[in-house]
């Protein structure tokens, strides 16, 4: 069965820090990978999902994140923090024919001053 | 295009009570996923519907059903409500013709509180 894990439930960066959240999952076939953002009182909105046309993946809002097999990790980064991107991120997985997404516990980021 | 569309958007209902939730997909999506998000759980899969048929269901007691109409609406149903249910219920949209590895545009959920 696939699983997704998020390492540490916050995050903090400051203005113009380099944002990396970090996200490992466990597939036994290749799997879709997914990260979503959820801002206070919405639902979730897609950043960016990795179909295995490329490794490096880029996203909406200066988001990329990169599949490492060899690590079974997908983590999302972003060279320079907004104060905007302050929300909760969810890694997530999914897998052909499975009609389920799996999501990670996620990640809330804080961007200081 | 309209997103997705959930109702009501906040609920309180009391123990032993039922409640059904609404969701109306994107134009042109047919599948229709659930989640339950609460603070200690996360985001936490409950069903997924396709041409009125579910594919797939997560491991939730059968106090929990839904169902989908032929114009792809969906809704969900909680029976005997319990403290326990109070949560933010997220529905999702996809085309969900094939794999089941779509993108999933989400609703903004219903805040349901249990008395």
């Known amino acids: 069965a696939q699983s997704v894990t998020q390492l540490g439930s916050h995050v903090s960066v400051s203005e113009g820090a380099l944002v990396l959240l970090r996200c490992n999952y466990s597939?036994?076939?290749?799997?879709?990978l997914f990260w979503y953002v959820q801002y206070p009182n919405q639902g979730l909105q897609l950043l960016l999902k990795y179909t295995s046309a490329a490794t490096l993946v880029k996203g909406i809002n200066g988001f990329e994140a990169e599949f490492k097999k060899s690590e079974t990790s997908f983590h999302l980064t972003k060279p320079s923090a907004h104060m905007s991107d302050a929300a909760e991120y969810f890694c997530a997985v999914s897998l052909t024919g499975g009609f389920k997404t799996i999501f990670g516990a996620g990640t809330r980021l804080f961007v200081k001053a | 295009k309209a997103g997705v569309t959930q109702t009501p958007r906040y609920l309180i209902k009391t123990r032993g009570q039922q409640v059904t939730l609404s969701c109306s997909p994107i134009?042109?999506?047919?599948?229709v996923s659930w989640y339950q998000q609460t603070p200690g759980q996360g985001l936490q899969f409950l069903f997924e519907y396709f041409s009125e048929t579910q594919r797939n269901k997560g491991n939730f007691p059968g106090r929990f059903s839904g169902r989908q109409f032929s114009n792809s609406r969906s809704e969900m149903n909680v029976s005997t409500l319990e403290l326990g249910d109070s949560a933010l219920y997220l529905c999702a949209s996809s085309p969900g013709a094939t794999s089941g590895t779509d993108t999933q545009y989400f609703g903004p959920g219903t805040r349901l509180t249990v008395l």
């Open positions: 134009s042109g999506h047919r599948s």
């Open positions: 597939s036994s076939v290749p799997p879709y």
